[in-house]
């Protein structure tokens, strides 16, 4: 039988990046925390955690952590039922994976309902929308907004809506860098913005929409805000979700390089299939507003 | 003499997050990359960067980057002399690390400048203020804004200025949550946001304006723009920057907890001296920027 203190250790060693740290969260020496994460090892016969700077799990030490938090999760739903008042000062921790553009535009309006009804605290974690998963599989994260969709096994996954995203630059800037439109050579000097070396989207729109597969100049920006700033300040062009850009496209300070061409994301929630009252609620506020705000499909352009 | 093939091998391998794509980044094959790698670790006598996924350089590799980053810099600077004509469609990549807040506010605005004139591809890395310094010591980043008041041996820093920040809530939340006040029982049960596991400054802020020094529940949201969002959803109080909040302030849509009360937070623009004009000019514009915009110093709260 697993302890659940040495579960709460690793977990601890983990989530704040050190042992003393974890120390200080648990209330308990460091050494008292070294002790029971040894414990754990003793008992399984192999190690959860790597001693580095920080410590990284160990693939049967995600495992742990991954069981902890759902055993957490419906052991806090228990007590709610048996002891209302009790609990009525507690928050239930809910870590979810979320992509950057989810979180500048829909997501926290969505998750509010079942937050305050569940008295959620959300641990966030931002990703590409196409790693978002890794989180959620490594244990990280107990769901995810995710472009994957398929679920993973012990999971099940709903379809949330589309994001569309248009290829936008102010005025000025296409004056200056696509004079004559969006040409290999003019795109082949002029900056664009990527998230991260993980980011796809715009070399993928360049190939479908243009056929244009040859390399181009970007910032890397990791801030879905900061593609908005950098490409309304005049210094780089970019796909951008129509969800922050209506209002700058209407007043004019945006246009459209390629009216009639857009890419849509299809966003899907995943989660672990664990029978949390919690998980489900929030997926449920989730599916409600997506579907009331989002896109119902992922539609290709007809050109 | 190091071979700068070998360097822009292992700078291409860190930068991609691994081998396959830094072959494609170079145009070369997979186990040419491999192969120039593993010439310099050879000549070195040490490993430069470990075959996990993703690959991290060693502490030998961080600063063969570091110092391949400086080369390309001063290269880029004098083929720009040499050549001007030729140069006119290519861009100098600069690698600055910038805190969220930063980045979410003035920094994009405050750079441009310096973007346009020198015509600068800015590779932009985000993370908490007091630990960007770190980023630039590990031969991440070329500069840095960052709270550190005493430059890294080899490098120089300039004041820029300071952000204030306030502690906000939106009025149903400070009814709900404060209706008597930020007293301990409260505090102990409202919930706050944190960026990170690094973040400290709430914590610091209650100790130092209410003497509170006990557990708070909070959220964690690694996003700037997140922290306003959340805040105006109702869902958190938090300290967010005057410069992102005047408008919902005056608006009524956000209210100062504490007036009176704030925290200022000094910001510095730490670079490695290189002797790049365009390090320099980055410097001088974002120095301005800051004198004219960003507070004169930070002040502590009469209270």
Redesign the interface.
Known sequence: MLDPRWLEALTAVV???GFD?AAQRLCLTQSAVSQRIRQLEEHLGQPVVSRTQPPEPTPAGRRLIQHHRQMRLLEQELLGTLAPAASE?S?TRVSVGVN?DS??TWF??AA?PA??AHRL??????DDQDYTHALMRDGDVIGCVSTQTVPLQGGECRFLGAMRYHCLATPAFSARHFPHGLTAAAL??A?AILYS??DDIHSEFLASALGYHGPF??????????FL??TL???AYCLLPEMMTTGACSAGRLVDLLPGQWVDIGLYWHQWRIGSQVAASLADTLEAYGRANLRPSAEQPAG
């Open positions: 989530d704040e990046s740290r000062a928050y950057a979180l500048a926290l309006e509010r937050v305050e605290l959300l641990d966030i974690r931002v082949a000097s900056p070396h993980k100049p970007s910032f890397r920006l990791p801030s879905a805000q900061g700033e950098c300040q005049g210094m």
